[in-house]
């Protein structure tokens, strides 16, 4: 019987982790319409990693069924653009 190796977080997780951290960080400097912005794109761009990685390689990435998985993030990216884009601009 073959066990199933642990994932790591792998460099999408990174990735996915430093955009957050710069969305969250230029609020400061920017509003909130740029870094909503960019907090869509690193989502959208999650999904899109989820979408054409295969599991082993997706990291922790892969938490569903990778339809599950790409549908939500795309749906949290829109949802953030949406918001980000009827934000004040300051």
């Known amino acids: 019987m073959q066990t199933e190796q642990p994932r790591s977080g792998g460099p999408w997780t990174w990735l996915v982790g430093a955009g957050l951290l710069v969305a969250v960080a230029s609020v ?50 829109g949802a953030v653009v949406a918001l980000a884009l009827t934000a004040p601009s300051t």
Do not use: Q
């Not at 295969?54 to 990216?77: E, H, N």
């Open 28 to 77: 400061w400097l920017f509003g909130f319409r740029a870094p909503g912005l960019v907090l869509g794109g690193v989502l959208a761009l999650a999904g899109s990693a989820r979408l054409v990685l295969p599991t082993r390689l997706a990291g922790t990435l892969a938490v569903r069924s990778r339809l599950v998985d790409v549908v939500t993030l795309w749906v949290l990216a």
